[in-house]
C-alpha cells in the first residue's frame, strides 16, 4: 500500500489503535482509582472514624470514677478506675503506631495526634496515682452517695443503650459499605462492558466502512485505471494497426488485378492453374485480416434500434445450425419472449456468431451450444441498471488459465489460422452499445460468454415488439 489512499487508510487505523489504547489506559486508570476507593472504605476505616468518640467516651467514665473515688477514698473504687484504665491504655496503646505499625490509622495526621493522646495519658494515669497516694480524707460518707444508686443504675442502663446504638450504627454502616462495594464492582463491570461494545462498534463500523465504501471503490479504482490503460493501448495499437493496414490493402489490390490477368494466360496450363488458386485464396485471407484489422481500429458506429431478444436469437440460429451440425454440434435457444434491447443488429450477430464460432471450435466432436437470455439487474457504466444478458454456452474443453491472462489481447490466438481479433473486436463492439463482455469457463466444462446491454422496457419495447411480428 504505497498508494496516497493505502497511506491515508493507515492513518485512520492508527488513529483507531491510538483512540482505543487511549481508552483503554483510561478505563485502566478509572479501574485502579476505583479500587483504591474501595480499599480505603473499610470497615476499619470507618472504625478509625470513631476513634476519638471511644477514646471521650473512656475519659468520662473514667473521670466520673475519679470523682467518685474521690469523695469516698473508697478501695473498691479505686480498684474499678484501676481496671477501667489499664483496659483504656491497652487500647490505645493498640492504636499507637509507635506500638503497632498496623494500626487502622491511615493519615499521618491522625498518628502524630495519637502519639501525643498516649504520652497525655500517661500523664493522667500519673496525676490519678498521685491523688491515690495523697492522704486526703474522704469528703462524704458511702450513705450519702448511696441515694445515687438508682440514678447510676439508669445511667449505665442509658450508658449501654447508646453504646447499642453506636453498635447498630456501625453495623450499618458495614452494611452501606458492602452495598457500595457491590455498586463499584457494578460500576466497574458496566464501564469494561461498555467499553468493550464501544470498541467492538467502532471495530464493527469501521470493517463496514472499509467493505461497503472503501474495498468497492478502491475495486472500481483499480478497474478503471486498467480499463484506461487498456484503452489508450487499444488507442495506440488501434492507430498503428489501421496505418498498417492501409498500407497493405494497396499491394494486394494490385496483386489481386495481376493475379486476374495472369490466370487469364494460364487457363490452359493446369499445374499453374493449381499454383494461381492458392495465391487467390492466401490474398483473400490477407484481406480477411486487413478488414478485421480496420474493423478493431476503426470500429463503425452502432446504428441503434430496438430490438426483440428472442427474435434475434432464433436469426442467429437459422444461420449457424447448418454450418454446425455439420461438425455434429447442436445449437439451442432458451430465451423469453417479453424481452428487449436497443442495439445494431448487424453488430450485435456479428459478436454472438463469433462467440459460437468460439465455442464450436472448442468442442471436440459432438457437443451443444446453447443460446441464452436473461433479464437481470447490474452495474453498467458505474450505476445499477435493468439489463438484458445474452448468452453463449458451450461444453466445450474450457479456457486454460494461461490463455485467459490474454484473452482479450490483440493478436493473441490460440488457433493456428486465427488472427486473435475475434473478442477484441467484440468487446469493442459491445462497449460501443454501452453494455460489457463477461465469461466464465471451468476447464474441462466448458465456457459462458455473456453480452450484458441495457434493457428496453415499456413503450420503445412495445412498438419493438410490434415491428417484429409486421
Known sequence: MKSPFGFRLWILIAALIVVASGMIYALSSAWQHVRQLETRLTSSQLESFQLAR??????????????????????????????????????????????????????????????????????????????????????????????????????????????????????????????????????????????????????????????????????????????????????????????IAHEIRNPLTSLKARLYTLEKHLQSVPAARKDTD????????????????????????????????DTLLREIQGLMSPNLESRAVKLGIESSTDLFIRADSGHLKQVLINLIRNGADAIDGEGKITLCARATRTPLNGRETDAVILEVIDTGKGISPEAEKRLFDPFFSTKETGTGLGLPIAARIVEKHGGALQYQTQTGHGTTFGVVLPREIGDIAGSAKTSAIH
Open 278 to 309: 492458392i495465391i487467390s485464396s492466401e490474398i483473400s485471407r490477407l484481406e480477411r485480416i486487413v478488414q478485421d484489422v480496420l474493423s478493431f481500429a476503426r470500429p463503425a458506429d452502432p446504428k441503434m434500434e430496438p430490438l426483440a431478444v
Open 54 to 243: 471511644e477514646v471521650s467516651r473512656g475519659l468520662q467514665s473514667l473521670n466520673d470514677s475519679m470523682l467518685h473515688y474521690t469523695l469516698v477514698r473508697d478501695a473498691p473504687q479505686w480498684a474499678q478506675f484501676e481496671k477501667a484504665s489499664d483496659d483504656l491504655n491497652h487500647w490505645i496503646d493498640d492504636h499507637d503506631v509507635s506500638l503497632n505499625p498496623h494500626t487502622i490509622l491511615t493519615t499521618e495526621t491522625e498518628r502524630q495526634i495519637f502519639k501525643k493522646i498516649n504520652v497525655a495519658y500517661d500523664d493522667y494515669l500519673s496525676a490519678a496515682h498521685a491523688v491515690h497516694s495523697n492522704t486526703q480524707p474522704a469528703l462524704v460518707s458511702s450513705g450519702q452517695l448511696a441515694q445515687l444508686d438508682d440514678f447510676n443504675v439508669q445511667a449505665q442502663r442509658m450508658r449501654e443503650l447508646v453504646r447499642g446504638l453506636s453498635d447498630a450504627h456501625r453495623a450499618a454502616q458495614s452494611g452501606f459499605l458492602a452495598d457500595a462495594t457491590a455498586s463499584l464492582d457494578s460500576l466497574r463491570k458496566i464501564l469494561m462492558l461498555s467499553i468493550v461494545f464501544l470498541l467492538a462498534l467502532v471495530a464493527a463500523l469501521g470493517w463496514v466502512i472499509y467493505r461497503d465504501m472503501i474495498a468497492p471503490l478502491r475495486t472500481k479504482l483499480v478497474h478503471s485505471q486498467d480499463l484506461l490503460e487498456r484503452q489508450e493501448k487499444l488507442a495506440t495499437l488501434g492507430t498503428l494497426a489501421a496505418g
